[in-house]
């Protein structure tokens, strides 16, 4: 595959154009199945745009599959980037020189650059599946590493019920003592003996304390991975 020059426009400036090409090759590069060439790579091995000018063209399909055929290259992803308002749009086509026919079109859009990578992981690998299919795909086709976010959302969210459970267990005693210790002001006279034992059971070994200090722990632990584990789940889907 070929990846040719994502062309600027539309505020977009040549560096960034230059570094939406590598992106673009790099998150190609992930598929096993591809072998892929971006500008930086054709120019070492010819002046690509003394190959487009002689052949009198600039990105039209035509002009795609002369240099793809040249370069033996079945697959052609030519793009052009620029703003849309507030809106950074990249526009990307994918050729098949070996058909002579284009396999499919997608537009990109973000609020940021930093928001376009995820985005674009995205359209890369629909495109790819529309050229070669999904079998033996990676992880660019794939869109990520697919249920690890979720498991690690629920192991997450089953540390916090875990830790509630021992919170739990902890306060148990406390809410007790305050009980028996409401029936003694009331004059229940057995309600001291009750809570003298719940105190002894209790808190004169540390089992409570433990319990409360082990259990918010874990509820804290379990709630950080469940929250980090929905922003990778959340970031691979876009």
């Not at 992930?30 to 190959?51: F, K, N």
């Not at 985005?119 to 590493?145: E, K, Y």
């Not at 690890?148 to 875990?162: F, H, K, Q, R, S």
Request: contains cysteine; charged residues 15%; aromatic residues 4%.
């Amino acid at each position: 595959m070929l990846v040719f020059d994502v062309r600027p426009t539309g505020g977009v400036s040549k560096e960034t154009a230059e570094n939406l090409t590598g992106l673009i090759a790099a998150l190609l590069s992930e598929d096993e199945r591809l072998e892929v060439l971006a500008g930086p790579d054709l120019r070492s091995i010819i002046d690509l745009e003394t190959q487009k000018q002689s052949l009198g063209c600039s990105t039209d399909t035509s002009c795609l599959a002369e240099v793809a055929g040249a370069l033996n290259a079945q697959f052609v992803l030519a793009g052009d980037a620029g703003f849309l308002g507030s809106l950074i749009n990249l526009n990307l086509s994918l050729y098949d020189q070996t058909k002579a026919s284009n396999i499919g079109r997608r537009a990109v859009q973000a609020a940021s650059l930093d928001q376009l990578p995820a985005t674009l992981r995205v359209a890369l690998g629909q495109l790819v599946v529309s050229a070669i299919g999904t079998s033996g795909a990676s992880a660019l086709v794939d869109g990520g590493p697919g249920v690890l976010p979720w498991l690690t959302v629920g192991v997450g969210g089953a540390a916090v019920v875990a830790g509630g459970g021992l919170l739990a267990l902890g306060i148990a005693p406390a809410l007790s003592l305050a009980a028996e210790e409401a029936k003694f002001r009331d004059g229940e006279k057995a309600a001291l003996d009750r809570a003298a034992d719940i105190q002894k059971k209790s808190y004169q070994n540390w089992s409570a304390p433990a319990l409360i200090g082990i259990g918010a722990a874990v509820v804290a632990v379990g709630a950080a991975t469940a929250v980090g584990g929905m922003i990778w789940a959340t970031g691979d889907a876009q």
